[in-house]
Nanobody
């Protein structure tokens, strides 16, 4: 059974920083792309950032220059460094990983339980 466990959310003032972590565990053969998504109340889930096994990254438009995604493949962990946070960054943040359980299986999407980020003074 595969689990994604997130940590690092919380309350931060505008202009502040937070670092989210997400560790994948279980019977994993390999992990393809990993990423972060977020969903604010009354809005659709949107991509925050994604990273490939080779380290290629892409970001949602409003996150470019403020957020940085990284991964430690040896630890099956992905990180999201969030700087210059704004009130509109307030949302539940979800970790995603495309995981292969066996050598020749297709990758399947797994999601974390979500961690809340609130940006407020």
């Amino acid at each position: 059974q595969v689990q994604l466990v997130e940590s690092g959310g919380g309350l931060v003032q505008p202009g502040g920083s937070l670092r989210l972590s997400c560790a994948a565990s279980g019977s994993i053969f390999s992990i393809d792309a990993m990423g972060w998504y977020r969903q604010a109340p009354g809005k659709e889930r949107e991509v925050v950032a994604r990273i490939t096994p080779g380290g290629t990254t892409n970001y949602g438009d409003s996150m470019k220059g403020r957020f940085a995604i990284s991964r430690d493949s040896a630890k099956n962990t992905v990180y999201l460094q969030m700087n210059s946070l704004k009130a509109e960054d307030t949302a539940d943040y979800y970790c995603n990983a495309k995981i292969r359980l066996f050598r020749y299986s297709q990758s399947t999407d797994y999601w974390g339980q979500g961690t809340q980020v609130t940006v407020s003074s």
